[in-house]
């Protein structure tokens, strides 16, 4: 078995209102940071977890209908934030990318997939389904922004092999199955259906003998996994399929309850980016 090194940043953020996030939530704007990770393997190299957004972004969402993306989600982003920028600071190059897990396929998740032009694109192969034929008002409708995709993602694509699923260790319960995406077991792929169709989550095990489980938005706060704490019901028109999104979050607080060393990540939650950064 061999272990990651994990950095989790963020690029750009928007503001909701947190009492549609979460039942009980404040009435005012909080941000929700788009947040993404570097894992470094000392096989495969460097690699992202989604990417945040980019300066694509505001391009795609110009022109009407999709300009209502900006103005339901105010987007902040300056250049110093951007995964690419950030990435440089680090010594690393959009080149040295070799794979880009892609949790799902909303803008605010893909923005800068054109910008690292080595990276294969790594995926649920249903997530992709679910919204490549979309256009105009139903891709809106799903947070769905084509333009934002590489015009040679067909070709750097590398869709999970679904057909052979492996069987979780029992310490990861209630998830039972999932993908050995790598074939050492340092990143395994778990569906986290609801927020979309075909989101992918991810378990990460670190040189350091952490793990982290990145599960993207199967929930946007991590009170709402500590409490199983649902969002409001107005939040149901934005997901995919409402009662697959209840138990997928239902899943998630029995597995924190049972595994509180286990670093969860949603990537919208302003506090879990605060702790682990």
Request: positive net charge; aromatic residues 12%.
């Amino acid at each position: 078995m061999s272990s990651v090194r994990v950095t989790i940043l963020k690029a750009g953020h928007c503001t909701c209102p947190e009492h549609i996030a979460i039942r009980g939530g404040r009435w005012r704007n909080i941000p929700f940071p788009a947040m993404f990770a570097l894992f470094e393997h000392p096989r495969f190299g460097p690699m992202l977890y989604d990417t945040g957004y980019s300066k694509r972004f505001f391009a795609e969402t110009q022109r009407f209908p999709n300009r209502l993306y900006r103005w339901v989600t105010p987007v902040t982003l300056d250049e110093t934030q951007t995964a690419q920028a950030q990435l440089a600071r680090r010594g690393l190059r959009p080149s040295d990318i070799e794979r880009v897990f892609v949790s799902h396929f909303h803008a605010d998740h893909i923005a800068a997939l054109g910008d690292f032009p080595n990276a294969r694109y790594v995926y649920l192969p249903e997530g992709f389904e679910a919204v490549r034929s979309l256009r105009g008002w139903g891709a809106l409708a799903r947070a769905w922004l084509p333009g934002l995709l590489p015009n040679d993602f067909t070709e750097r694509a590398s869709p999970v092999a679904v057909a052979t699923p492996r069987s979780l260790p029992p310490e990861y319960a209630p998830f039972t199955t999932g993908f050995d995406l790598l074939g050492d077991e340092s990143l395994l792929a778990v569906e986290l259906p609801g927020h979309s169709t075909g989101q992918m989550g991810l378990l990460a095990r670190t040189e350091g003998g952490e793990t982290f489980f990145f599960v993207a938005d199967a929930a946007w706060l991590m009170r709402s996994i500590a409490d199983n704490r649902l969002p409001r019901p107005l939040a149901n028109l934005l997901f995919s399929n409402p009662r697959l999104y209840r138990h997928t979050l239902a899943q998630l607080h029995r597995f924190h309850v049972k595994r509180p060393d286990v670093a969860v990540i949603p990537s919208h939650c302003a506090e879990t980016l605060a702790r682990y950064t």
